[in-house]
Nanobody, 115 residues
Framework: QVQLVESGGGLVQAGGSLRLSCAAS????????MGWYRQAPGKQRDVVAT???????NYADSVKGRFTISRDNTKNTVYLQMNSLKPEDAAVYYC?????????WGQGTQVTVSS
């Protein structure tokens, strides 16, 4: 089992920045990839960014150049630095980890961007 605890969401003005954190505990050694997804009201949950254990990253086109995903393996934590936020970035952001057995999801953290 893997447990995920997210933090860092909140309210920010358009153009501002936020940093999300997701700390993993439990069977850490089985994690191969960590990532962030988001879901706005009435929309499906979409990938924002992912990072593999080797450090390879992947981003949704809509956030490229503005968001940066990183991980601290010593703290078993993945981060999402979000800059130049836009109203359309507002959503509940979910941390996600992939193990050989299954996907795990965090509880979600709300990001609100005011125009």
């Amino acid at each position: 089992q893997v447990q995920l605890v997210e933090s860092g969401g909140g309210l920010v003005q358009a153009g501002g920045s936020l940093r999300l954190s997701c700390a993993a505990s439990g069977r850490i050694s089985s994690i191969s990839r960590m990532g962030w997804y988001r879901q706005a009201p009435g929309k499906q949950r979409d990938v924002v960014a992912t990072i593999t254990i080797g450090g390879d990253t992947n981003y949704a086109d809509s956030v490229k150049g503005r968001f940066t995903i990183s991980r601290d393996n010593t703290k078993n934590t993945v981060y999402l630095q979000m800059n130049s936020l836009k109203p359309e970035d507002a959503a509940v952001y979910y941390c996600n980890v992939l193990t050989p057995a299954r996907l795990y999801w965090g509880q979600g953290t709300q990001v609100t961007v005011s125009s």
